[in-house]
């Protein structure tokens, strides 16, 4: 643990002991606690130069899990992200009060100061170790032009924005979409929002090929609500919409890829969300 206030130990006794006139009452020794706690440095210690500890005063903190910090000292500045945030204490000093009357021996009690602390990585820097560098939380203009340095030449999807940056893009790489990609989140969370808004942006900006099986029908009206004239309409517009009872059938079982409407069933039909009747002729 780095020097947290600046201050020696011995100095923190002698201005919280008994000879300076503190007395037993609670608006004091908090008082003493809450200046303790404050006087905490935001400093951070890499031993690799790729992941970072760190710690920083719980009064004004303004980092989050997921937030992005600079890193500087020395003349050195790295970017970061930090990872895990949690409280921290450790004792400092031992505060005595005075004797309330005479015959009563004076109280002690053990004061602890209590600070954030956590863990992050470093996302852009010299690889070097570092120790005791200052840290703060990064600016949106700070942010944005790590996102610059950082792009690969490849299309880009802008599915929103940072929610931790001020007008800082999401920008997801496009050619990802041509491989597995998996949404998870609590029921309630925004799951199908976000999927429907990658499907959007993959819509409008890409020649991507999809097929959208969607049991729950979420995506059966995204044409509906963009509107006939915006460029997902469009694009769906030229696509197949399956119904009940059809399918597509491909690959090794048939020699060109089909629309077909399966036939009538011999045997009875199961399931109590299916109607008996979607094989009849028509």
């Excluded at 204490?89 to 009690?109: D, F, I, K, Y």
């Excluded at 792009?151 to 496009?174: F, H, I, S, W």
């Excluded at 990802?176 to 976000?194: A, E, I, P, W």
Aim: charge should be neutral; proline fraction near 5%.
């Amino acid at each position: 643990m780095s020097d947290i206030g600046g201050k020696s130990r011995s100095a923190v006794t002698s201005a919280a002991s008994g000879q300076s006139g503190l007395g037993p009452q609670p608006d004091t020794f908090r008082e003493v606690r809450r200046n303790l706690d404050a006087s905490v440095l935001p400093l951070a210690t890499s031993v690799d130069g790729r992941r970072f500890s760190f710690q920083a005063s719980l009064y004004g903190l303004e980092l989050q899990v997921g937030s992005y910090v600079v890193l500087e000292g020395g003349g050195t500045r790295y970017l970061g992200q930090v990872l895990t945030l949690g409280l921290d204490r450790q004792p400092v000093t031992e505060l005595t009060l005075p004797a309330q009357s005479a015959g009563v021996p004076e109280a002690r009690t053990e004061v602890q100061i209590r600070y954030a602390s956590g863990e992050g990585t470093v996302l852009e820097g010299h690889g070097a170790p570092f120790h005791d560098v200052l840290i703060r939380g990064a600016s949106g203009t700070e942010v944005r032009a790590w996102l610059q340095r950082s792009e690969r030449g490849y299309a880009k999807l802008q599915l929103g924005e940072l929610a931790l940056v001020t007008n800082a893009p999401c920008m997801a790489d496009a050619s990802g979409f041509d491989r597995h990609t998996f949404l998870c989140g609590q029921s309630g969370s925004g799951k199908t929002y976000s999927l429907g808004v990658i499907l959007e942006r993959l819509l409008i900006e890409t020649d991507l090929r999809m097929v959208v099986l969607d049991p729950n029908s979420d995506f059966v009206r995204l044409a509906a609500l963009t509107g006939s004239d915006h460029p997902v309409a469009r694009r769906l517009g030229q696509s197949v919409t399956f119904r009940q009872g059809e399918g597509l059938i491909a690959g090794k079982i048939s020699p060109q890829p089909a629309l077909l409407r399966f036939g009538a069933r011999i045997s009875q039909e199961g399931g109590a969300d299916v109607p008996a009747t979607w094989a009849a002729a028509r």
